[in-house]
């Protein structure tokens, strides 16, 4: 099967109400621990980091340009390289992006996120529809010790990211959440697993098991929307040693009303260990991330994420580990 093997100066720690599938809690020293059926726990491989934007600057693809020219100054004023995508001149990408969960929003509010993702090209979906599953939790042992594998008979992928977002109630800082992730085709799932019942989930999440609470509790649209995704790649950033990541910026809207959510900014870099990471590329990363925060303050939208949006389009929000 694929798969991707493999502190900072703020952080916010809660704790999770999910059951770790593993044998052991030692996470994150020289030791490496299993689950539960012997494999090694997997390491974090990525960084991710985010700026949750204000939606109501972003009008046109024109205006992804601009806050583009930001980045690209930015970047320069503090010595990242940065190359401009060809595709930031063209149309953003669109995909169709909705959430699953319990009416008591029960995944959510153990740390847990399901998302399908469809791509659309000239206005007809394309390719296989996304399965993303994660578990997405501030405190990285219990990130790491969630085994998040499923039950599918075809390939799927995991990504273990540490996000990188602005501190909750001001500019200047970071916070980290250990977002553990698989993802697959829905082509990699049998039909008969296909149903909106919680116990077919459990089937191909076993990470679930503890939170089902009856046999025939279906799994629903989070409050019935619809997010349509418009996605601009905006270039390449290089912050030296071969540390090189791509940025985008995006903006999430409802489909139908086109109801504006929240824009985001983001660069991810991949590393086999975070050992390999080196420490001028470290240091030039949260040299640029913080700089930006700085010169796009008026746009930030600090405490929230774009999956919080989602979950909030109805008042009342749940409670959550973000």
Not at 46 to 60: M, Q
Not at 258 to 285: D, I, M
Request: proline share 5%.
């Amino acid at each position: 099967m694929g798969r991707d093997r493999h502190k900072k100066k703020e952080k916010d720690r809660e704790n999770s109400s999910a059951g770790a599938a593993s044998s052991t809690a030692a996470v994150g020293g020289a030791a490496i621990a299993n689950y539960a059926d012997g494999q090694p726990f997997d390491q974090v491989s990525y960084l991710e980091a985010k700026l949750i934007l204000k939606p109501d600057r972003f009008t046109s693809a024109e205006s992804f340009r601009e806050f583009g020219k930001i980045v690209e100054k930015t970047a320069k004023k503090v010595g990242v390289g940065f190359i401009e995508d060809p595709k930031a001149r063209l149309r953003p990408e669109v995909r169709e992006i909705v959430f699953g969960d319990t009416p008591d929003f029960r995944l959510y509010n153990n740390a847990f996120i399901l998302r399908r993702r469809i791509s659309y090209v000239d206005g007809f979906p394309v390719g296989d529809p996304e399965i993303v599953f994660k578990f997405r939790h501030p405190d990285e042992q219990s990130a790491t010790a969630m085994d998040v594998r499923p039950k599918i008979a075809g390939k799927y992928r995991i990504k273990f990211k540490a996000e990188v977002l602005p501190l909750k109630d001001r500019v200047g800082g970071y916070r980290i959440l250990y977002s553990h992730n698989c993802q697959f085709g829905l082509s990699q799932v049998h039909r008969a697993d296909r149903s909106s019942g919680m116990s077919a989930l459990v089937r191909i999440f076993p990470a679930l098991g503890t939170l089902k609470t009856s046999d025939d509790e279906k799994i629903l649209l989070v409050n019935e929307g619809i997010v349509e995704e418009l996605l601009l790649p905006l270039g390449q950033l290089d912050f030296s040693k071969g540390q090189v990541g791509k940025c985008d910026i995006g903006l999430w809207r409802t489909r139908g009303e086109h109801k504006s959510l929240v824009g985001e900014f983001a660069f991810q870099l991949k590393f086999p260990n975070r050992e390999l990471v080196a420490g001028k590329a470290k240091k030039l990363a949260a040299e640029f991330y913080l700089a930006l925060q700085q010169e796009v303050k008026k746009w930030l939208a600090l405490g929230v994420t774009k999956t919080g949006m989602v979950y909030r389009l109805k008042g009342n929000p749940p409670q959550s580990h973000e």
